[in-house]
């Protein structure tokens, strides 16, 4: 099982990025997925994540400037990003989980089995 992070890259302060999380040997269909950020010297944290019946759960950091979304059909999850800060600077990661219960730990790196292998998001300020 392969999750690839894609859509990185360098963006000025406000601007959009789309970024793209895509899996192999793994339908999508069947599992929540979620993004989470890790910054050089601070630990991994969630950014948002949606579940298999399309709910969607955001940190505070970043409700009402990132968006996540699924298509099934391509297997595929996507976290927009918009107004983008200096402080969203980080590796981004997907994450797949089949926990039973997604609401009450989306946020829990430990809920998700299967990790991509990241992809660097640099905000310049």
């Known amino acids: 099982v392969q999750l690839q992070a894609s859509g990185g890259g360098l963006v000025q302060a406000g601007g959009s990025l789309r970024l793209s999380c895509a899996a192999s040997?793994?339908?999508?269909?069947?599992?929540?997925v979620g993004w989470f950020r890790q910054a050089p010297g601070k630990e991994r944290e969630f950014v948002a994540g949606?579940?298999?019946?399309?709910?969607?759960y955001y940190s505070d950091n970043v409700k009402g400037r990132f968006a996540i979304s699924r298509d099934n059909a391509k297997n595929t999850v996507y976290l927009q990003m918009n107004s983008a800060k200096p402080e969203d600077t980080a590796v981004y990661y997907c994450?797949?989980?089949?926990?039973?219960?997604?609401?009450?730990?989306?946020?829990?790196?430990?809920?998700?089995?299967?990790w991509g292998q990241g992809t660097l998001v640099t905000v310049s300020s």
């Open positions: 994450a797949a989980s089949r926990r039973a219960s997604y609401s009450s730990g989306c946020d829990d790196t430990n809920a998700y089995v299967y």
């Open positions: 040997e793994l339908s999508f269909r069947g599992y929540h």
């Open positions: 949606i579940s298999r019946s399309f709910v969607q």
